[in-house]
């Protein structure tokens, strides 16, 4: 957990020197004080669905300077751990036999 820390290539995967908890709690932070920042001090669950989405677009394309944590990084880990979570229902063959 020492650096340096070399940008990783995009065929590396995953590579941060933020262990992915680390990763979502620096983000979300990081998401919560630009959006208090940029409408008027609310929350990001506050924010209508249209807002919600500007957000996350924002996020995906790298716009939102998040501090501790890199936004395109985030939104990649965060959008593939919820494709996870949504297909590892049993409806679609996941976590079989439980």
């Known amino acids: 957990m020492q650096g ?6 995009k065929t590396q995967g995953f590579q941060s020197r933020l262990a992915p908890a680390d990763l ?10 630009h959006v208090a920042s940029t409408k ?4 990001f669950a506050e924010l209508s669905p249209d807002d919600q989405d500007a957000v996350l677009s924002d996020l ?3 716009k939102v300077k998040l501090g501790g944590a890199d936004a395109e990084t985030f939104f990649k880990m965060l ?3 919820t494709k ?3 297909f590892s229902d049993p409806i679609y ?3 079989k036999d439980m």
């Open 4 to 9: 340096p820390w070399a940008k990783g290539e």
């Open 24 to 33: 979502y709690r620096a983000a979300i932070k990081g998401i919560e004080a």
């Open 40 to 43: 008027g001090g609310k929350h």
């Open 60 to 62: 995906e394309k790298g």
């Open 79 to 81: 959008f593939m751990n």
């Open 84 to 86: 996870e979570g949504m």
């Open 93 to 95: 063959g996941g976590n």
